[in-house]
């Protein structure tokens, strides 16, 4: 039994280690089927794809099915670790890959969030959830339908339209939009984070009314401590009035001490000063030009004037801090409000819709999980998993692995290994509740305390430190540079960055730093970046660099786009994001275009960019006296449909707008894509407007799956490129630009709200009373964390040169250009803003390699090709009891279990599949064949259902079961009939019977005959 934990640094062989622990697991099982035990959690679906395809390949390898030799080593050494001769190892590898092929549906490894999707229905009821509810994974669609949904309410109810009034209020005072939709959309993204599982119970408890109530009483606190902290000052002032000194007379005048007292006296923030203490210190009360009786007062009270500056610095140092705080919670207070709001939303739609989001799911489960016993949730599970391997653990949220933590503890309880891999230096997702801490802690808990006895004892520690991705030039830069930055940072940031060197490469690589000067005044950054990646891509493509080989990665998409359009405009091959976008091609946006025409055909602007659109993809110029219309007909020599294209159904429309403007003629990757997307989401959105707004809110994000090749350069983000590897890479801007928190917030837990929370700036948090400067010292030190993580991420994607952008001016005292010449110094490297060290390693001249496309896509309109004939000549009840059959037939092969009968007959009914009629028949019918005692195994809740599963047959020939249901022991096989009895309904049961024995599987068939009355 053992805990393996890795620690696996950039290029150290992270995703060879998992493939290997898992081949060593399945391989070393009891039985070939062993590896159905197994839980591989990668981080993304790319990943988990990723390594299914390494498991399968290595395993063909095993088993001499492939000429390839890239898993040797790992052959080697499995074969060492499991004690196995190779004709043993190779056979049992055959065994284990016939075994995955025939139940690829166990084979287990995908992202954490489709295995809680999985292991949340077994709890459904435990989770309140509906028994067939749906995992909604478009977060940011759901939430902008919410925000949607809370300002239908605005002008309805007076104290919500309040809120969210001052709300917009506050945007303006901010420097903001009044515009709240897109902040609301913000803001609504906060429901969805780990941390507010504990603040949601209070915001659920607080509405409209509440906060209103809320609000009065802060601004009632403030209006007290602004007199608690003033009040000395309002005594001084007041007695210096009394004795008839004026504000001149005084030291430094009007514009010194007696200045900042006026304000404090008047409720405002501020700090009595050195100007005050040089006044005491010196005990110099009065100015040159004070008149004689001044002076002589003055002098007289120097005593009593001193006691009293003592009084107003004393009271402020009490006051202001908690002044600031209440100060704080106030500026967000009408934000915390909106929150509250938009969760109550929230909560109704997920009720209305039998829908939850991921998040939601985990906050549930996570309270199911810690109030039952292990052993309960293994029953629940059938007891299935014994291993666990989890991938990018420091990514990993503190709710993902106290969710997962149960089942990882009873497998090590029942002497089974599991492995955690990571590397806290790459951890760049704490913005989506990723949490790096509970793996550096590990095997402590992520606060530091003790872990549980069985996972300390089972602890197992190793560094993966060699690197086979880097040449020596770029690793031992990295090693240097991370060792020495880290080493300036907190002891907690030290702690992420121990183990830090790297070993390994090969002899050679280039580093290159070049800071630049601020550009001229007729440029910009941006233009300067431009100029710096295309002399570098022009360089490196003189000196032999494929341009496939190049990666520029950037902090912003903005960048990234721009970067992008410049190469592009220098006749470079580009992959980017942002290149790929649908909403960036006329095409797409046409298409577009013309549905905002069939809905609001009075919108001028909609038109005029149709008119643009038309006018370039024709090549045309743009003629300002006519019309959309106008210009379209010249153009094309037609008409504009619309009156046809309105009555088209929203999935049909795309193609037929498309191939009006002729642009189905030759095949388009991008028009294929909208096409695919349109298809998917018209099945939920059936009207033109719903699939416009969807568009509208969404439709920015669409793009282009990017591809794994090519002879381009590649441009993105420092996230996107997590994982990857490049020969060349050029960092296009290290700088961080902001390093305050102005921007962040965060819940704190306070007295001074009814509901014991409140939402404030980070930044205000600073100077407020313990323990919020702590708060914001963890802040500040995690963010500054962050960034050093995102230059590791980067830094290290280059195989043999690293180029590196910064600014000799412009970032923070934290960042790359700030630090760099520090560190160049310390080393001894000469330079001021250019340094270089090592040389280019050679690269491979590109290959060119064939790509396989359509070279037409074909479309015609159905509607002129269709003709419909009847199947036979019969009479009316004849096809009235076909018809009602066939409609039973596809709702018992449609539905996951009894309970959902009259769900699958609504969907069906809304989709046009069977009448209203059809229903009073079906329904009672359906419900008395589903209430056999006989069949009631077959659709209960949770059993394990493929309805209508292809099956491929070794001569190549596909099989379709209508249901096939998989129990402990046995698959069942249920066929649904019709009419009379006939042999070749029992021939088909068995073949489909025997087809599921040849894959290894206990099986038996059932044929259900439906007896249906049409003229009942």
């Given amino acids: 039994m053992a805990l393996w934990v890795y620690r696996a640094a950039a290029g150290s062989g992270k995703t060879f280690t998992l493939v290997r ?64 001769s190779e004709a043993v190892l190779r056979n049992r590898s055959e065994q284990v890959l016939t075994a995955m092929l025939h139940r690829y549906q166990q084979l287990s490894i995908g992202t954490i969030d489709s295995f809680v999707a999985r292991l949340a ?67 609504a993204g906060q429901l969805l984070r780990d941390d507010m599982r504990e603040i949601l119970p209070q915001l659920k408890a607080s509405d409209a009314a509440h906060f209103a109530a809320e609000r009065q009483a802060l601004q009632q606190k403030r209006k007290e401590l602004q007199d608690q902290m003033g009040s000395p000052a309002q005594t001084m002032l007041a007695r210096l009035s009394e004795a008839g000194v004026a504000d001149s007379e005084f030291f430094y005048g009007g514009s010194g001490t007696i200045s900042v007292w006026k304000k404090l006296a008047a409720g405002i923030l501020m700090a009595p000063g050195k100007r005050q203490e040089e006044v005491v210190s010196k005990q110099i009360w009065y100015s040159k030009s004070a008149s004689v009786e001044s002076k002589n007062w003055l002098q007289t009270h120097a005593s009593w004037l001193t006691e009293q500056c003592q009084r107003i610095a004393e009271a402020y140092d009490q006051f202001h801090k908690e002044l600031i705080l209440v100060d704080a919670i106030l500026k967000r207070q009408y934000a915390s409000a909106t929150l ?27 309270d199911v999980l810690a109030e039952s016993a292990t052993p309960y949730i293994f029953e629940r599970l059938g007891n299935l998993y014994r291993h666990f391997l989890i991938d990018e653990f420091q990514d990993t949220s503190v709710l993902q692995w106290n969710n997962l933590l149960p089942l990882v503890e009873n497998g090590l309880s029942g002497g089974n290994d599991s492995l955690l891999v990571g590397d806290a230096k790459q951890s760049i997702y704490r913005w989506r ?45 990295n090693n240097r540079f991370f060792r020495w930055y880290a080493n300036q940072q907190a002891a907690r940031v030290q702690d992420f960055y121990e183990s830090l060197e790297q070993l390994g490469g090969k002899a050679g690589g280039l580093v290159q730093v070049r800071l630049l000067p601020s550009p001229p005044p007729e440029s910009n950054d941006i233009e300067q970046r431009q100029q710096e990646v295309l002399k570098l891509v022009a360089e490196l493509q003189q000196k032999g660099v494929p341009y496939g080989e190049m990666a520029v990665l950037v902090r ?73 219309e106008q210009q379209v007909h010249r153009l094309y020599g037609k008409a504009l449909p619309g009156k046809h294209w309105k009555q088209l159904p929203s999935a049909e429309l795309p193609e037929q707008v498309l191939h009006f403007f002729g642009l189905l003629e030759k095949p388009d990757a991008f028009v294929l894509r909208l096409l695919d997307v349109v298809r998917d989401k018209s099945s939920k959105w059936h009207q033109a407007d719903e699939l416009l707004q969807w568009w509208e809110e969404q439709g920015s994000s669409i793009a282009l799956p990017m591809p794994e090749k090519g002879n381009a350069v590649r441009v993105m983000t420092y996230h996107k490129s997590k994982g990857l590897e490049f020969g060349v890479v050029i960092i296009a801007d290290a700088d961080k630009r902001k390093d305050d928190l102005s921007e962040e917030a965060k819940w704190i837990k306070t007295t001074l709200t009814n509901s014991g929370v409140a939402w404030v700036s980070t930044k205000d948090l600073e100077n407020a009373p313990p323990p919020y400067p702590a708060l914001f010292a963890e802040e500040s030190e995690m963010s500054r964390l962050d960034y050093l993580n995102t230059l590791y991420v980067a830094f290290t994607r280059a195989v043999g040169a690293l180029y590196i952008l910064g600014s000799a001016e412009k970032g923070t005292k934290f960042s790359f ?11 001894q490297w000469e330079g001021v803003d250019f340094f270089e060290w090592g040389s280019l390693p050679p690269f491979e001249p590109a290959n060119e390699t064939k790509v396989n496309s359509l070279d037409v896509h074909y479309w015609s309109d159905w ?139 206990s099986a038996r068939g059932e044929l259900i005959y439906l007896h249906l009355n049409p003229t009942a």
Wanted: hydrophobic letters at 45%; proline letters at 4%; one cysteine or more.
């Fill in 863 to 1001: 509607r002129n090709k269709l003709q419909l004939q009847s199947r036979f000549d019969g009479s009316k009840e004849i096809h009235e009891a076909l018809s009602l059959g066939n409609a039973a037939h596809g709702i018992l092969a449609a539905l996951p279990e009894a309970a959902a009968l009259e769900r699958v007959i609504d969907q069906k009914v809304r989709a046009g599949e069977i009448s209203i009629a059809q229903v009073d028949l079906l329904l009672p019918a359906l419900r008395q064949l589903l209430q056999e005692e006989w069949l009631q195994p077959y659709f209960a809740p949770g059993v394990d259902v493929r309805n209508e599963a292809a099956i491929l047959d070794t001569d190549g020939s596909m099989h379709r079961p209508d249901r096939l249901v998989f129990l402990e022991k046995e698959v069942v096989v249920l066929e649904f009939k019709t009419g009379t009895k006939r042999p070749e309904h029992d021939a088909q049961l068995q073949a489909y019977v025997e087809l599921l024995r040849g894959m290894g599987h």
């Fill in 21 to 84: 622990e898992y081949l060593r697991l399945s391989l070393g099982a009891r039985d070939v089927d062993g590896f159905r035990h197994i839980l591989a959690i990668t981080f993304t679906n790319k990943a988990a794809g990723e390594m299914k395809t390494r498991v399968l390949q290595a395993l063909a390898e095993f088993a001499g099915k492939s000429e390839s030799k890239r898993f040797g080593v790992m052959f080697d050494q499995l074969q060492a670790e499991l004690g196995m």
């Fill in 340 to 366: 509250a709001l938009l969760q109550q939303e929230l909560d109704a739609w997920m009720e209305e819709q039998a829908a939850v989001p991921l998040p939601v799911l985990y906050f549930r489960l996570a």
């Fill in 121 to 187: 229905r077994q709890f459904a009821s435990e989770l309140l959830l509906d028994q067939q509810f749906e995992v909604v994974l478009d977060t940011q669609l759901l939430l902008a339908q919410t925000v949607e949904r809370l300002l239908e309410r605005l002008g309805k109810e007076p104290v919500l339209t309040d809120i969210l009034t001052r709300l917009a209020f506050e945007q303006i005072e901010q420097d903001k939009s009044w515009q709240i939709r897109g902040e609301l959309k913000k803001f």
């Fill in 556 to 628: 912003k998409n903005s960048l990234g786009s721009a970067l992008a359009e410049a190469l592009l405009s220098a006749g470079i091959p580009v992959i980017s994001g942002e290149s790929l976008l649908l909403h960036r091609q006329p095409a797409i946006r046409l298409f577009w275009v013309c549905l905002r025409w069939l809905l609001y055909p009075h919108d001028e602007l909609n038109q005029q960019e149709g008119k643009i659109l038309v006018a370039q993809l024709q090549q045309q110029a743009v003629v300002p006296s006519e019309s959309w």
């Fill in 817 to 827: 250009s700030k630090l760099f010449p520090q560190f160049a110094m310390q080393c």
């Fill in 433 to 477: 509740s990723g949490d790096a801490n509970q793996f550096v802690q590990l095997p402590q808990r992520r606060d530091g305390s003790p872990g549980s006895a069985l996972i300390t004892d089972a602890y197992r520690l190793e560094q993966l430190n060699t690197n086979f991705r880097s040449y020596r030039t770029v690793i031992d830069f």
